[in-house]
């Protein structure tokens, strides 16, 4: 199988990178300059002429504080641009693995979303990725979409990363107590995602992906640093309201996995497994 990934430069497309090493299928690394995914012609011409199977997804706007005031160009790249790869990969006949956010949800007070729940995004980056998955049912290609939540990884910008540098600095960083979700180790992600092309086990759908387990972000901030030893540092909760960000976000958003683990018969790890498993490979 020939597969593009898009957006290689990110968190997700680094962990891919290394967890396709030894694989079998051929892997077409992209980053922005390779492929621009806002270029319909580009994406076009690079699918056919490639001739790709399969297309996995991992560029987007993920600057959530940012969407808020530039939603246009969110639009684009995480809506428009998500289009023209549907497209191409309805023209090719090629299967579209597309990554998407628990943040297409308003969230209740309890209870885990499934793929059935009504999506309601209460921030401009949901809206545009609600919008992007809307545009892949809406074209007629093959797709797999996942849902996933709280990412991070060795790579780029991400909370465990953040949280690393801030407890290792400061004597006290408040985190926000009162927004509850999953994390998702990418390299756990990226890992399902090569065992499904891997196994051509492409049942079309959405499907929730994230580590199991949940907590809030400072039970989140609380482990990492005392994973890191980080103990001269106190990690104090605050209230969203106390923190202050611009885009909403919602209070309890956990995704149920359980449709993701049966149909692709996959475990998933728990998220304070995942998260020792990162800082082990920081740390090495
Ligand atoms: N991060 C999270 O917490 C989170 C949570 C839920 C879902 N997700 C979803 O998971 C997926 C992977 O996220 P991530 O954290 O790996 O994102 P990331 O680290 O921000 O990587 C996204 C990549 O897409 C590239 N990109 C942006 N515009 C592009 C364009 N027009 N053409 C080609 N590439 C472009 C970016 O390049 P530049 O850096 O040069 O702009 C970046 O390398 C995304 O679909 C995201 O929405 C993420």
Redesign the pocket.
């Known amino acids: 199988m020939r597969v593009l990934v ?2 290689a ?5 680094l962990s891919l990178r290394r967890a396709t090493e030894g694989s079998e299928d051929c892997y077409i690394f992209t ?2 300059e390779e ?4 270029s319909q012609s580009a994406v076009e011409e690079f699918v056919a002429s490639e001739r790709i199977d399969i297309i996995v ?6 600057d959530v504080e940012r969407a808020e005031v530039e939603e246009d160009v969110a639009h684009r ?2 809506a428009t ?1 998500v289009a023209h790869l549907a497209e191409a990969a309805r023209k090719n006949d090629a299967l579209l693995v597309h ?5 297409v949800f308003m969230g209740g007070c309890c209870g885990m979303l499934s793929e059935q729940s009504h999506p309601q995004p209460l921030n401009a980056y949901g809206r545009t ?1 609600l919008a992007g998955e809307r545009a892949i049912e809406a074209s007629g290609c093959h797709y797999i979409i996942l849902r ?4 991070y990884s060795e790579y ?1 910008h ?1 909370f465990v990363r953040t949280m690393l540098r801030l407890t290792a600095e400061r004597e006290q960083v408040r985190v926000v107590s009162d927004q509850l979700g999953s994390p998702t180790y ?1 390299g756990d992600l990226a890992e399902a995602i090569v065992a499904i092309i891997a196994e051509r086990n492409f049942h079309e759908g959405i499907y929730h992906f994230t580590n199991l387990g949940e907590c809030s972000w400072w039970q989140f901030a609380t482990e990492i640093a005392r994973l890191a030893g980080h103990t001269q540092c106190s990690v104090v909760p605050c209230t969203t309201a106390e923190y202050g960000a611009r885009a909403a976000r919602p209070h309890y958003a956990v995704l149920d996995k359980r449709k993701f683990m049966t149909t692709f018969r996959r475990d998933i790890p728990e998220w304070r497994e995942s998260l020792k498993r990162c800082l082990d490979e920081l740390q090495s």
């Open positions: 898009t957006g430069a990110g968190q997700l497309g980053d922005v492929l621009d995914i806002t997804n991992c560029a987007a706007y993920t790249i995480n641009a990554i998407s956010t628990d943040y990725k996933t939540a709280w990412l780029g991400n990418a």
